[in-house]
């Protein structure tokens, strides 16, 4: 493992965690990190409560953990802040970067740093919130950005939804993520996520549809597949960039 802009690389994430019992196979599996979904209409939300004991478990078999959170208003995102301790948090909607300015920062946990969550279809806004975000100096206190995250283009769900990402526009990688790890998402499981590490040749992989059986409710059989598949194909990719 690598450290890069103050995340582990190489990555290998499953979000949408939702039940004790679905954490321990994540770290048996390799996986290096669990999503907790905040957005209200997902199937994958949980509360407060339930995610503290997530983050418990997640601590107990050392997975580092983010808080998936879809144009928070910014009383939400401080209660969430206040109550939970997560590694990063992440955006998955078109935030822009002012939004972590007007944090209170001194009085919540602080996350290491900010993923944004962004698709990439060819759009013109979808060029302009990277570019945001690249440029982005955060202040003093502020956590910095440390990856974008790929996902498919769905705007009223925000991710989730099992659907591909375009792999095509992000080989080569645009030059407007400015370096930073790139992190692909977007029907990805066991079946293709070899294909997808070596097409686009990401810093790390993202799935939550695709290892389950029913959403927020996850298989441990296809989560220990995903893992081990995800694994051998970065080690791959980073012995023959």
Partial sequence: MTQSHSIQLPLIKVCGVTREQDVPPLSASGVTMMGLNFVPHSPRCVNIELARRLLTRASEVGLSSAAVVMNPSLQDLTHLLSE?????LQLHGTESPGLLNELAWST???PRGIIKAISWSGRDQEQHLAQAWSAHQPLAGSPPLVAFLVDAYAPAQGGGTGRVARWDLLTPRP???NGLPLILAGGIGPANVGAAIATVQPDGIDTASGVESSPG???HELVERFGLDA????LQVAKHP
């Fill in 108 to 110: 919540l946990h602080r």
């Fill in 217 to 219: 409710i996850k298989s």
């Fill in 231 to 234: 694994r051998a194909a970065l």
């Fill in 175 to 177: 030059t407007v993520f």
């Fill in 84 to 88: 939970l301790g997560f590694d990063y």
